[in-house]
C-alpha cells in the first residue's frame, strides 16, 4: 500500500460515515481524477466500498483494521522515541553531575 493510499484510508476513517472522492481529493490536496483513481484501487484491494455512480467512499473491516494497525504503530514508535529520549536525557544529566562535582 502506497503512502497516499495510507492517507486516503485516514481521510475516510476521521468522517465515520461516508466520503466524496471531491472530498477526499480536497483534504489530500491532489486532483479528483487521482482521488477517484485512488479509491478505485482501494476498492480493488478491499480496503473501501467505492460507489462509482455516487462516488462515494467508505470503509470495509479490512480498511479498518488497517487504520487501527497503523495507529497502533506510531503509537509504539512514539513511545520508543519517548524512551528513548529519556535515557539520552539521564546520560546527559549524569555527565553534567560529574563534570560539576569536578
Known amino acids: 500500500m502506497t503512502g497516499m493510499e495510507q492517507e486516503t484510508l ?14 477526499i481529493a480536497q483534504e489530500l490536496k491532489i486532483s479528483t481524477h487521482y482521488a477517484y483513481v485512488i ?6 484491494t ?13 470503509l470495509t473491516k479490512k480498511g479498518e483494521d488497517t487504520i487501527e494497525e497503523n495507529w497502533l504503530f ?11 529520549k ?12 560529574e563534570i560539576i562535582k569536578y
Open 10 to 23: 485516514e481521510v475516510i476513517s476521521k468522517n465515520k460515515d461516508e466520503l466524496h472522492y471531491y472530498s
Open 39 to 44: 479509491s478505485k484501487g482501494l476498492e480493488r
Open 46 to 58: 478491499g480496503y473501501v466500498n467505492f460507489d462509482a455512480f455516487r462516488g462515494i467512499c467508505s
Open 74 to 84: 506510531k503509537l509504539k514508535k512514539r513511545k520508543e522515541n519517548t524512551q528513548k
Open 86 to 97: 529519556k535515557k539520552e536525557n539521564k546520560k546527559r544529566i549524569l555527565k553534567n553531575v
